[in-house]
């Protein structure tokens, strides 16, 4: 019996090399899995899996020879005591083999299952594995059977997730995962893989690919090697902040406190499309909003090269780090938008030459000479051309080609085949040329192959290490998954990018989160607004990331959302829809991003109102001054507040009820009958004055048309505007006598007196009247929301700022 430290996680290993017990050293609990026993490590060979027949120990030099006797292998692992954890790396390997699996290791653990971050625990007690160098991939060989006992997915059956009130958590497959749930527990697993030898596997979105070799240490198994360790739950960071320095992982720093617990991971941005001409502004809006960060959105005219679009910035590299210049000044970092490893077809590397390392789904040849004419081409494979891409692109030599569909039977040909395409040379071709089919996608890009890829990354670095910028979003890193070496692939692009930018860099990333990876990335910010109201768009999903968040030690974010200017489908941003916003990430203690652009800033006569609000939002939910139970009822869906300023370090936070659009339409009313309408409306709060908001809708487009002497009737009281509204135009009251007209975007128009000041609105229910004269052919309708505020509470910034990352 071999007994190993691990932090407060002892491992038991028996002769066989089978993992017998995991124990709590301050407890004696016990986490092993009494179901499945599981080696310390497997071997793959010929795609068969095979556990250790024997593990022979040696004290003085802590290795575990692992003997496969059916494959004939050999496998020597370091087994190294730190003190807060233990290690394991393949020192020497007898035998040929195709991978190597750490695990699974299934243990009895549930609560919270942390499949990038690879730690699992109880509300107590955490066990965790870390992989301590890019060959080493946290998941699951994705062209291997699972084992028997692994749940088909990460909510099972309908059972909710151990830390989810919803069976909806399911973020990622299983092979990408380094913890998974078990039924009663979980369990943890990581691979690493022979990548000298041509392999075919499933890839990305393709059943069966012929995977390219690589040569140096990463494409050996030897030196694979993990961390497992067990500890208290609040110990979880601070051992993992312990195996990062210890073992030369990635350790960035966020204003000098490692980024995962730096209480700016998570701060909120900016993201605008600013230019040369324009960052000055861009700089002072997000000062408004006492923000500290601004971001593009979508600077580069090509990707592959990541050229800067002359239209912006006309000085390329040099105007970019001038705007970084201005904006550092003025104490603001600067941040850009990428697509990854996304080609666009402009880019060099695609014409007027292809570059040779363009990614291939697969290989033929020609089966007979081609001139510059033909528009059908024989190739001897017809499998890598009806693979389910999108463009039907294809490389030969260097032209490009687009083909409509491929022959249903031999002779297999290319029909419908347009040549030079996209700016190549249409040339002849001898039989027996190469015909690859280029890897596209659908954004209308094609993919580097992984030698390529150290290009770009080697361009993103030098762009943030000349220009000076401080932010990135690796959107798209699934692209990296196109070459054939998963998470290995992402791994590698990500910490070259790091490794050239050095640490002060807030970085985040679509849904790609590898073991590895999640040490470089500062946090993820999902959720996107394009094409639903505010309160709409992708909201389970974005109230889900919460949850993986927690169970993942990441700093929490909320996502994007977006400043409208007035549309046909949308109204204008109002203050009530961003104060729902901030509410939100109030209450889950996260950042986010507010989108709008240049056009739309400067458009909007409200910005500085919803600037503002955000400035007081953010500064006190980074000065921790909302309670736990406060923060609770922040989070729900449908609950709207108010936030007013008492002084610099206090606020009132007011609950705050709207109604659903009472709506008059003069359509709906017999004829003769005057135009009104009488609304039952229920106060749930104390008695108060009137607040309101009137909308003025279009009929059948007719913005001729308006209303005049609006009235409100309740409480005995009758308000009347003496104003002429016309529609798309609002009128707002605050509970004065004063009313407010503006127009579509916010713009002040008019500030108009009633005939008396705004009536009460009892506690419960009555009724609201409203009358007007309608004019025009069609005639408008008007839509009111009651706003009601119950009372206020106290908010108070604490003594010290709270941290990023809730557990």
Known sequence: MLSISAGSLNIQLDRKGMVTGLTDTTT???????????????????????????????????????????????????????????????????????????????????????????????????????VLNMKTVGGWPIELERMEFVQQTYSHDGIPDPDSKLPSDNKF????????????????????????????????????????????????????????????????????????????????????????????????????????????????????????????????????????????????????????????????????????????????????????????????????????????????????????????????????????????????????????????????????????????????????????????????????????????????????????????????????????????????????????????????????????ATREGQLEWRLSNQRYFARNFIPPMLGWFLVRSASDRFEATAPDEIEWVLSKAAGFGSGFALVADTAVLRRNGNIETLLGAVREWEKARRAGAFTPEQRERLREPKGDWHLEPVDEDRWNLYPVHISKPLVCDPAELQPGQPGGADWTYFNKYADQSLKFVLRVNPSYGNEDALVKRPTLYTSGVYMTFDAEIKPNQYLVCEGGRTGLIYDQNWNLLQTVQASADAPVIRSGGQTVSFSCKFEGDPKPSVSVKIFAWGDPEKVEAKDEVVGATPV
């Open 28 to 130: 004696g609990n016990r986490y092993e899995s009494a179901k499945q026993i599981i080696s310390l490590l497997q071997v793959v060979v010929g795609g068969r899996m095979e556990m250790p027949a024997q593990a022979d120990y040696e004290t003085a030099s802590g290795i575990v020879t692992f003997k496969f006797p059916q494959c004939g292998a050999a496998v020597e692992v370091l087994a190294e005591d730190k003190g807060l954890y233990a290690t394991f790396e393949v020192l020497r390997i007898d035998g040929d083999v195709d991978a190597v699996i750490w695990g699974p290791y299934v243990t009895t653990v549930s609560g919270s299952i942390g499949e990038s971050v690879g730690v699992v625990h109880n509300g107590t007690f955490a066990v965790g594995l870390q």
């Open 173 to 532: 497959e299983y092979d990408v995962c380094a913890a998974w749930p078990t039924v009663g527990g979980s369990m943890l697993q990581a691979f690493a893989r022979n990548r000298t030898k041509v392999a075919r596997r499933p890839v990305w979105n393709l059943p069966d690919v012929e995977v390219a070799p690589l040569t140096g240490d990463d494409a050996q198994i030897v030196g694979t090697k993990i961390a497992l360790f067990g500890c208290a739950v609040d110990q979880v960071l601070s051992t993992i902040e312990a195996i990062e320095l210890g073992e030369g992982l990635p350790h960035p720093l966020i204003e000098g406190v490692w980024g995962k617990t730096s209480p700016a991971a998570n701060q909120s941005y900016l993201i605008t499309d600013f230019s040369e001409a324009t960052m000055a502004d861009a700089v002072q809006f997000t000062k408004m909003a006492g923000l500290s960060y601004v971001y593009h959105p979508d600077p580069f005219g090509q990707w592959g090269h990541f050229t800067l679009k002359p239209s912006s910035f006309p000085n390329g590299d040099e105007g970019l780090k001038a705007c970084v210049e201005l904006a550092e000044r003025e104490g603001v970092h600067v941040g850009v938008h990428t697509l990854s490893n996304f080609t666009t077809l402009n880019d060099p590397y695609v014409t007027p030459v292809p570059d040779e390392r363009l990614q291939m789904a697969g290989k033929a040849q020609l089966i007979a000479a081609i001139g510059i004419e033909e528009n059908e081409i024989e190739v001897s494979d017809p499998a890598p051309f009806t693979a389910n891409l999108f463009r039907r692109s294809a490389k030969i030599g260097s032209e490009l080609i687009e083909y409509d569909a491929v022959t249903g039977s031999a002779p297999w040909k290319l029909i419908g085949v347009r040549r030079g395409v996209n700016g190549t040379v249409a040339a002849e071709h001898e039989a027996g040329a190469e015909i690859g089919r280029l890897w596209d996608h659908a954004y209308d890009v094609f993919f580097p192959n992984i030698e390529l890829q150290d290009e770009y990354s080697r361009r993103i670095a030098e762009l943030f290490s000349t220009t000076g910028l401080k932010q990135i979003s690796f959107d798209g890193l699934e692209g990296l998954y196109a070459t054939g070496h998963e998470a290995y692939g992402v791994n590698r692009f990500v910490k070259m990018c790091y490794d050239g930018w050095g640490d002060e860099v807030i970085n985040d990333a679509s849904i790609v989160v590898s073991n590895y990876s999640w040490h470089v990335f500062t946090r993820f910010n999902w959720g996107e607004p394009w094409g639903a």
